[in-house]
């Protein structure tokens, strides 16, 4: 499939290191983000090296850093390996360093006496060791309410990843060349740009349900934009989990992935029976607990959770589900089962979540709630998975439940905002 050309960005223009570093207190940087038609991972284009070149990568949210193939094709001059032991390795929590075995001259990828990190594609759930690094990034810039500029602003300094082989592209989408993690750490992307480009540190996300239309990631003061200023914002924090439950780490790493804290599950009002030991996490293990995740396309729940709620929402819907649903579906339902003169009657699931004073719900939209596998088919199927008995995290909210939700996470205050009316479409500024 040949990657979309991403909309809107119609002028280049490299700001210098001074301008950039002077006028960004009023703008934001952003980051396209369009939906694989084939996969479903959501793609951003990132600009790269010198000379400058764009490269496209697969959103992780909770990536603990930007990795990229550094075996083909990968060429700049401004390029620089980390050093083992130096300041940059060590803030990066790296336990490992490359030894004396790369050929001469050395490479992208491959440099003697290297700080090395481990770069995990979470999609086909395999890890490899990779050389730290440092190159340029330009991001577009957008001014202080959100309207594109048409600039690309260079960062000043190189901003850190980690190589890969070719052979972790494995499962993501035709055309990427790695992943941007946008975790919470110090090598996540947002505290990275904001140190590089002299920003706050938060971020706001929003990702479209379409293959039409592109979302947006939004570094520095992405609340502020016009599409979000007329709306009132919710709150909830972002709580630490001390285990990583990345698929490979260092030990002792905690989770660099963002965790809320849902303490209840209403279907029509109604409170889902729920083991409340699920919803907390387990400061010892890691276990437990309520994640969001771009990486995995619909939302699971450890299996206790999940068959209550199974049972609630079909006591709710009041409508059999087919006999054989569509993999990998449990509940699939007639459309034309469902359907009124107002429209399709489902139920209203929300999430009460912490707020800043008392609790504050969640409500999903039914956008974010159902799915249509098939666009022909006439069929809804429930967008939450059964999770299994010993998940690691006992809720994970996947790519549909928080489509066309315009999220911010704010690193300094800890908090995630959200928007409390789900009907009301948040990417289509793009369009």
Not at 329 to 356: A, R
Request: aromatic share 10%.
């Amino acid at each position: 499939m040949k990657i979309p050309q991403l909309r809107l960005f119609f002028l280049l223009f490299i700001c210098s290191n001074s301008i950039a570093k002077k006028s960004l207190k009023r703008y934001s940087l952003l980051l396209p983000v369009f939906k694989d038609e084939i996969t479903g991972q959501y793609i951003t284009q990132m600009y790269q090296r010198t000379p400058i070149v764009p490269v496209n990568l697969t959103v992780d949210l909770g990536g603990r850093f930007l990795w990229m193939d550094c075996d083909n094709g990968y060429i700049s001059s401004s390029y620089k390996h980390v050093p083992c032991g130096s300041r940059p390795c060590k803030l990066s929590g790296s336990q490992g360093c490359y030894g004396a075995s790369c050929p001469v001259p050395p490479r992208p990828g491959c440099n003697n006496h290297t700080c090395a990190h481990i770069p995990y594609n979470p999609i086909y759930r395999t890890s490899t060791d990779g050389e730290l690094a440092e190159d340029v990034i330009a991001l577009w810039s957008t001014n202080y309410n959100g309207s594109i500029m048409g600039h690309l602003l260079a960062s000043p300094s190189g901003v850190m990843f980690s190589c890969s082989d070719d052979l972790m592209l494995h499962k993501l989408a035709y055309g990427v060349k790695g992943m941007a993690g946008l975790g919470s750490g110090y090598t996540g992307l947002p505290s990275q740009i904001a140190r590089a480009f002299y920003l706050p540190r938060k971020f706001a996300i929003c990702l479209s349900a379409d293959t039409i239309s592109n979302g947006v990631i939004l570094f520095g003061e992405g609340r502020q934009s016009a599409y979000a200023s007329n709306e009132v914002q919710s709150y909830t924090p972002l709580l630490k989990n001390p285990v990583s439950t990345a698929g490979a780490y260092y030990p002792g790493e905690p989770s660099v992935e963002y965790f809320i804290g849902v303490e209840k599950i209403l279907v029509n009002g109604k409170i889902v029976p729920i083991d409340s030991k699920l919803l907390a996490i387990n400061k010892t293990t890691g276990v437990g607990g309520t994640k969001i995740s771009t990486v995995v396309p619909y939302g699971t729940m450890e299996t206790s959770i999940y068959k209550a709620f199974k049972h609630e929402f079909l006591k709710a819907i009041d409508e059999d589900p087919i006999a054989e649903p569509i993999r990998p579906f449990e509940l699939c339902f007639n459309m034309s089962n469902l359907g009124t003169s107002t429209g399709l009657i489902i139920p209203q699931v929300s999430l009460v979540l912490q707020g800043d004073r008392n609790n504050t719900n969640w409500d999903l939209s039914m956008d974010n709630l159902m799915a249509s596998p098939v666009a022909s088919s006439g069929l809804l199927c429930l967008g939450f998975l059964d999770g299994g008995e010993n998940s690691q995290t006992s809720i994970v909210l996947g790519g549909l439940q928080i489509e066309e939700n315009l999220l911010e996470f704010d690193l300094v205050k800890k908090r995630m905002g959200f928007y409390k009316n789900p009907m009301l479409k948040r990417c289509n500024f793009l369009s």
